[in-house]
């Protein structure tokens, strides 16, 4: 079993800057791939950015490219997402989410990761 707790999210205006932390246990840090989704009310959860077990491989949804980062620190078993440039439409809970699989791939669809946090809300005001 992996523990996810996500921090780090508030309200920011537009064009600001967060950055969220998913500190994970239960399970060897560089052994898991993780990434980040997020649902914003009425919508369906939707990938952010991802990043593989050795931080070697990134991707990002097009809707963030340039503006967030994932990074990890696996000495300190954590996951980070800094968000630049903020704009209302990335207003969304933000989760993060384990892939125990160690393929080197980084991944993009929900149902491939095993292990979810429990959300942190980002709300982008005008």
């Known amino acids: 079993q992996v523990q996810l707790v996500e921090s780090g999210g508030g309200l920011v205006q537009a064009g600001g800057s967060l950055r969220l932390s998913c500190a994970a246990s239960?399970?060897?840090?560089?052994?898991?791939?993780m990434g980040w989704f997020r649902q914003a009310p009425g919508k369906e959860r939707e990938f952010v950015a991802a990043?593989?077990?050795?931080?070697?491989?990134?991707r990002y949804a097009d809707s963030v490219k340039g503006r967030f980062t994932i990074s990890r620190d696996n000495a300190k078993s954590t996951v980070y997402l800094q968000m630049d440039s903020l704009k209302p439409e990335d207003t969304a809970v933000y989760y993060c989410?384990?892939?125990?699989?160690?393929?080197?791939?980084?991944?993009?669809?929900?149902?491939?990761?095993?292990?979810w946090g429990q959300g942190t809300q980002v709300t982008v005001s005008s």
């Open positions: 989410a384990a892939d125990p699989s160690r393929l080197g791939v980084a991944k993009t669809i929900e149902y491939e990761y095993d292990y």
């Open positions: 239960g399970r060897p840090f560089s052994n898991l791939a």
């Open positions: 990043i593989i077990w050795s931080g070697g491989i990134r």
